[in-house]
């Protein structure tokens, strides 16, 4: 069983930057492509990017494309999301997820979640 766990949330002025982590325990980290998604109050989950199981390829949401950076150490079970620029509307629970292919940003395609960590970007 792939279990997951966010951390770095918490609360930012806007134009700020935070780091997420999320360290994987179970199955091999490499074997799996990882992602993130985000989730705002009465909002659909939707994905903030991904990342192929070599760490090569990646993709990003045209919302967050050159602000943020997605990356991974297989060494250390660990992928990260680098978030710079925040705004406002970067608020959200943001979720760590693994899968079988970073390509899809569909929710449902991805097996495996973490419990999220909280990201408040104040103006």
């Known amino acids: 069983q792939v279990q997951l766990e966010e951390s770095g949330g918490g609360l930012v002025q806007a134009g700020g930057s935070l780091r997420l982590s999320c360290v994987a325990s179970?199955?091999?980290?490499?074997?799996?492509?990882m992602g993130w998604f985000r989730q705002a109050p009465g909002k659909e989950r939707e994905s903030v990017g991904s990342?192929?199981?070599?760490?090569?390829?990646?993709y990003y949401a045209d919302s967050v494309k050159g602000r943020f950076t997605i990356s991974r150490d297989n060494a250390k079970d660990t992928v990260h999301l680098q978030m710079n620029g925040l705004r406002p509307s970067d608020t959200a629970i943001y979720y760590c997820?693994?899968?079988?292919?970073?390509?899809?940003?569909?929710?449902?395609?991805?097996?495996?979640w973490g419990q999220g960590t909280q990201v408040t970007v104040s103006s």
């Open positions: 990342i192929d199981w070599s760490g090569v390829r990646t």
């Open positions: 179970g199955p091999p980290f490499r074997l799996f492509a």
């Open positions: 997820a693994a899968g079988s292919t970073a390509e899809t940003p569909r929710p449902e395609d991805w097996r495996h």
